[in-house]
């Protein structure tokens, strides 16, 4: 192969730029990411860099597909309650003692994300960790970042377990059109090639945790157990406190004629939960509801700051419930904790444009963020990636908002199990469409699909949940990234700054140094640009640096895309910004159990990679 570097053409520039423009995008935040993926995917249209019959080939890749069946299939699975059925068998078999359990859930957490996205399993872990929490006493923080990070390394058990790992096949066979002459093609890998690799990273995660690092994990009496099932973790957490009121308005109340929300607002108002008007009673009335003469509003606070209230604006206060004590029944309605995914339409967007009360009966309490707390002037704060949120509702209520995945709800909260007869057919579906994947007889994509649709014709779920259960800002970051992956090769720019790399790093460095450097720069790229954007960046860089050093492609390209899933030390891995809130983690613990395990996750995968190319047949 060549080793001189190529010169400078206009439209490397350009792909050069689009990568620049994307990294500043993504650390700022000042284009929402998907955002930013759509403007790159139309700039590779218009300066022509990639044809306009291919730019939106993308959006039905094998990647795109794959990603949306295993989403598909992980609603299956949580609609028929495998999940409640896990937290129950886990409590079995650990006995309650904390590291039988830690060890147990983690497995569990790691096993079901060979299967599934990281943060769908996140989010079906999230309430299975808080039961557990809750049974055993033990604090969430103790368990939450073994799951996560369990739930990390399990993404790399199979081709389909990870968003990286799920875009690979597409990087390595858009990048045969660009190989130079005498090149064998690169084959996509099959659907459990990583699995050795795999598993060694799995067992250092259960093996760290055993040994040592739980030490380092907080042990606040705080985060003790499940938020639900305790007054005094939302007294302590966030103030919220008191007893419940109802507040009848009189002919002479200033509130008469104004909105809920305008009441709300008035100096030492109390949590208004309630609405009583024209013979109905509501939880979570809306803010644009009028209150009238004889309105009854249900409020929670304290005793003398109520009294003091009701006084105020001439309203009759009693804390005998004769129009709410239904409605404030513990096993009908409750605070609750609920975290903002990243794929979230939440997101971006402030309280006030979601219209929680009106839409779904639910009123947003506080808002934690990176442990600061807000009560006051909640509509207007534009929401974040893992914003942790204190609702009150109804629990049929909440259940009925949380199936559209919105927000992973943390709270151990009493609900029914909507499809526990459908069971048996979800796991037989599941189980034969593995099968089916590695079999070979068809593609993956397809048979990941085949699953999808047969949940549907067996009523595991109906259209309207396989809609919903989909992450579409996933989906649609993926799509439109592809392009500037197959931009970097057919451009030359890829080549480009493999062959200056390979000029500063020296012809001395081994391979296996320069394989650690792919696996470096990808867990850089990461920790700004996410898992998706590193992988795009990163994967036809290291293709090129293999095919100048002599080294497998294959080889290089696995290592960059398990790398790009080796963020373990912030929240911008969407699965640490989901415990972040609910555990109560800060940057610090983050930092504190993460580095050491980076490191060694990056020298495992390496030497895990050369292992398993040079053992199996795919090499």
Known sequence: MENAAPALSTDMLVVLGLVGFTLLMFMTERIRADATALVVLVALGLFGIVPASQLFN???????????????????????????????????ASKGMEPRLLLLSSAVAAGLSAFMQ????????????????????????????????????GGSLTMIGSSPLILLNDLLLAANRHLPPGVDALQPLPL?????????????????????????LADDALKGVAPARTESYFAKAYGIEGD??????????????????????????????????????????????????GSVIGVMGERQAIQDY????????????????????????GISEA??????????????????????????????????????????????????????????????????????????????????????????????????????????PLALMAGAAALLVTGVLDMDEAYAAIGWRTVFLMACLIPLGWAMDATGAA????????????????????????AVLAAAFALVIGNIGATVIVVPMAIQLALGAGGSPVAFALIAALAASNNLLSASNPVLAMVAGPAGYSARDFWRTGWPLTLVYLVVTVGMVNLTMWLLPFA
């Open 192 to 216: 459990f090639a990583p699995l050795p690799v795999g598993l060694a990273l799995v067992v250092l995660g259960l093996v760290y945790w055993h040994f040592g690092a739980r030490r380092w």
């Open 339 to 444: 975290v903002v995914p990243p794929t979230s339409a939440f997101v971006g967007r402030r309280p006030e444009e979601l219209r929680l009360r009106k839409r779904a009966g639910i009123s947003l309490l506080a808002i934690n963020r990176d442990n600061q707390v807000w009560r006051e002037n909640l509509r207007g704060i534009p929401l974040k990636a893992g914003d942790l949120l204190v609702f009150h509702s109804i629990w049929t209520d909440l259940a009925q908002a949380a199936e559209s995945r919105d927000f992973v709800v943390v709270t151990d909260y009493p609900k029914d199990e909507q499809r526990p007869h459908k069971l048996g057919w979800a796991l037989t579906i599941f189980a034969a469409t593995m099968a089916l994947a590695f079999s070979t007889l068809v593609p993956v």
């Open 118 to 153: 990281n943060p769908a399993v996140a989010g079906l872990m999230l309430p299975v960790a808080s039961r557990l929490s809750n049974r055993t006493g033990i604090a969430l923080s103790r368990l939450l970042l073994p799951i996560a990070v369990a739930i990390i390394m």
């Open 58 to 92: 993308g959006f039905a890749g094998n990647a795109v597909i794959s990603l949306m069946a295993t989403m598909v299939l992980a609603a299956g699975l949580d609609r028929t309650g495998v999940l409640n059925r896990i937290a129950v068998n886990l409590l079995r």
């Open 244 to 293: 419940l009121w109802e507040l009848t308005l009189s002919a002479d109340s200033p509130l008469v004629g104004m909105r809920v929300g305008e009441a709300e607002l008035q100096p030492g108002a109390p949590l208004y939960l309630a609405l009583a008007s024209n013979g109905a009673a509501r939880l979570a009335p809306p803010t644009d509801e009028r209150l009238w003469v």
């Open 310 to 333: 009701a006084q105020k604006n001439l309203l009759r206060a009693s804390t005998r419930l004769r129009h709410f004590a239904d409605l404030f029944n513990p096993a009908r309605a």
């Open 495 to 518: 080549h480009w700054l493999a062959q200056h790399s390979l000029a500063r790093l020296g012809p001395e460095l081994p391979l296996w140094g320069l394989e650690f450097a792919v």
